[in-house]
């Protein structure tokens, strides 16, 4: 009989509810493969309140409800409104977090991850924000507690990124990295270089659910800072923070710009890139002329890759096609495997 | 005090020798980092005799004397010179093994990796032919001995494919994958591309040291073959020879192929794709004309990449690029690190 894993889910949008549908696919090939039997028992969203039920939460129910704008206590038992209260409430043994973060703090999932950690749970998040803000102490955290937190969705979505450097990775260095790694600016540009306005190629990415209402921590490279401080941080074990990083967005490239790269073979793609120096690391996100010779010129749409320079691999390079929400569900998916330690 | 592991090379030509080399550089990381220490207690070579020494061999001077062409007896201790008698001799704790192997056999690669599994050696194994044609049994040898058979380099050098697989995707299902694998081929494409005849491209792979004197095992595609039957065999776990892979080589590619395909923006590749169809497996080894938008039409020179299409990821791509000797000896010591469980 496998171990049960009691699982919590702190924030319950586009990428819950993926991973809920994502681990009753799954239920029996993680059972019979990893020996892994999973059971929901407490569920807290942002605007659908939440429910706790330690014999389990029907969670076809639970996203059915949630998507028919229900509150989850319609189900019949209805959890703190509070998430801190949630966590403390809740006796899970892993909790799956992916509520909306604020990138100059990292909270409110900072403290809440830091919450579930010293209740003993493992934290599987999806948010760069706490790795840039709290990296090494959550880690340490976790080790005192005896757990693990981990975040490969946190960038590149799904796309195995941290798990890479981890476990396959061994003994490597990584000297450098360059990459392509926000989705909104990458369609943007690709959809310009297709004749479209930077405003109807900007309505587009907001009208398939890639944008935001307000693009603008996309457009300034603000959400690709974030991502090059929480690589660093981690594969370069040297904390840094997004504002440490030389920034500079899509905002000044015009039509013209783009067609004059097209014309000679070149594409203008928004690159973030880190470099370490003699223990010092140079880190920045701007756009940059990529010829077609580049692995990262074929890197179209909402697709993301990244490049790695290392002292025993020359250059290797990772790229993840068309994500979306069940891409970010399969990385957090693959850290709770890791976490439950059936690797 | 960390525990010592005790290595035997089977095999020191260039990836052997640049395996000690890396061992060497990175010996105070290892242990470090990872707990390992590592002593080379048994050297063997195809041309240079071999050398069991209990104390340890210095790996500098092994290196030196192979290079200057000198039996390893020249150092003092001289070992059996067959090697199924040197693996019954040296206690080693794993086996380092990259000797020239029969593709159509696996022999003798195969055989000594069975006597070294059942010694209860570790085997790290940089030869994919052992895997076509033994893949299920060594696996199950290797349970039973309570060590580990590993192979990362047997495919694209020591980018981490099959560890990608085992430890960075897990609960992922392989549907089907399409790549560049065979570095002659590619390289001799790219030249062509540049306005070289076949000759004159096959002359510089084999003057760099690429292409074999006899290319034909990666001309007609036996080499790409090999390697789709390998990552068949263990990726989507249908054991499959080579001789089930569909195959047509780039011998009939012309430069007039080359060049026209070149001025509609396209380039032809030999590519190597599996596809899993109802408990059924396509796999095949053929020049395909690549456009523009494939993440395969960047790979250029002895580069590699892989594209996997999974169930929970659309699309993930894998570029090597500028493998050489080092290349596969990182892939060796990554196995390493693995088999000694310092992950």
């Known amino acids: 009989m496998p171990d049960e894993l009691r699982l919590a889910f702190l924030g319950f949008g586009n990428v819950g509810r993926a991973l809920a549908r994502l681990l009753e696919s799954k239920r029996t090939s993680l059972e019979a493969n990893y020996g892994m039997c999973l059971r929901v028992i407490g569920v807290a969203t942002g605007r659908h309140g939440s429910i706790i039920r330690p014999e389990g939460v029907n969670m076809l129910q639970a996203i059915e409800t949630v998507e028919e704008g229900q509150p989850l206590s319609s189900l019949g038992t209805s959890g703190p409104a509070d998430s801190l209260a949630f966590l403390q409430a809740v006796e899970a043994d892993a909790l799956l977090e992916s509520i909306p973060v604020n990138y100059q703090t990292g909270q409110p999932a900072l403290g809440c ?63 450098s990295f360059r990459g392509i790694l926000n989705s909104t600016t990458n369609l943007i540009l690709t959809q310009m270089e297709q004749g479209r306005s930077y405003e109807q190629a900007l309505a587009h990415a907001q009208a398939i659910g890639v944008a935001e209402t307000d693009p603008s921590g996309d457009i300034l490279g603000w959400d690709a800072a974030v991502k090059v401080a929480a690589l660093v941080t981690v594969l370069m074990n040297m904390p840094l923070t997004p504002d440490r990083v030389a920034r500079r967005g899509i905002d000044g490239l015009s039509l013209d710009h783009i067609q004059a790269a097209a014309h000679e073979g070149k594409r203008w793609k928004l690159i973030c890139s880190a470099e370490r120096t003699a223990g010092h690391i140079e880190a920045r996100v701007q756009p940059e002329l990529i010829d077609a010779a580049d692995p990262l010129y074929t890197v179209m749409g909402t697709s993301s890759a990244i490049t790695f320079v290392t002292d025993v691999l020359p250059w290797l390079t990772i790229t993840e096609g068309d994500p979306g929400p069940m891409t970010t569900a399969y990385g957090m998916l693959a850290d709770l495997v890791r976490a439950a330690g059936a690797l």
């Open 113 to 175: 991850i830091e919450a579930a950690l010293k209740r003993g749970m493992h934290v599987i998040s999806a948010n760069k924000g706490p790795v840039v803000h709290g990296y090494q102490r959550l880690t340490e955290l976790a080790r005192q507690y005896g757990v693990r937190y981990l975040f490969e969705s946190a960038v590149m979505d799904g796309a195995p990124i941290f798990s890479l450097w981890r476990e396959a990775l061994p003994a490597g260095e990584l000297k």
